[in-house]
């Protein structure tokens, strides 16, 4: 099974009352472990979680702490990138050269370096005081 058929699966599982637009994403550590999240919406829409956040927080809650590969998908006509919020959280957990698989769920696809999602992110080394 691949990471994209990891994160089809947990899309079904995606609580879009409002937007109707489930996302599904999945992330593979070195381990080989595999985490999943999918979209969690709320009434209140600034407090709705992404399936991208969700996925790091399984993977955070098991004890692993950066991840190699991710999926996400959604049903979209081009492959959905993740938002502003999430680029910012992926390229936190990512290790060196991991890729990322943006999915249509008709089978398109768009991969990438997580790092091309955001060039010149805010790392931890920006916070280092003179």
């Known amino acids: ?12 599982n995606a609580y879009a009352p409002y937007s ?8 593979k550590t070195a381990s080989g472990a595999v985490f999943v999240g999918c979209n969690v919406e709320n009434v209140a829409y600034p407090e709705g979680t992404c399936a991208e956040a969700g996925a790091i927080a399984a993977m955070i809650a ?31 957990f990512a290790e060196s050269g991991a890729q990322i698989t943006m999915a249509t769920t008709e089978g ?3 991969e990438m370096a997580v790092a091309d999602l955001l060039p010149g992110a805010f790392v931890a080394g920006h916070m280092d005081q003179v």
């Open 1 to 12: 099974m691949s990471l994209i058929d990891d994160a089809a699966r947990v899309r079904e």
């Open 62 to 92: 098991a004890g692993e702490v950066s991840f190699i590969e991710v999926a996400v998908i959604a049903e979209s006509p081009s492959p959905v990138p993740p938002c502003g919020g999430c680029r910012q959280k992926l390229a936190e």
């Open 20 to 27: 109707k637009f489930k996302v599904g994403a999945a992330l």
């Open 108 to 110: 398109a696809h768009l």
